[in-house]
């Protein structure tokens, strides 16, 4: 009965570590799937602009527009 007893809790241990991985594998994998999407749609029609003041040319996402320019 004793041996029993301790199958069944290691049984229910590897069960629930096996779980518990399985989840983190999966919050993994949606993770960098949104990533990439992330990724496809910053390189699908982001205008550069110029700076007015150094002339370098950045994504118009991140640019800070002032009086207009």
Do not use: T
Request: aromatic fraction near 10%; glycine fraction near 4%.
């Amino acid at each position: 009965m004793n041996l029993l007893i301790i199958r069944l809790i290691i049984f229910a241990v590897l069960f629930f570590a096996g779980l518990k991985l399985y989840r983190m594998y999966r919050e993994w994998k949606l993770d960098r799937e949104e990533l990439l999407e992330d990724d496809r749609d910053d390189s699908r029609g982001n205008q550069m602009v110029r700076c007015a003041w150094c002339q370098v040319h950045v994504p118009e996402s991140e640019a800070q527009r002032a009086q207009g320019e």
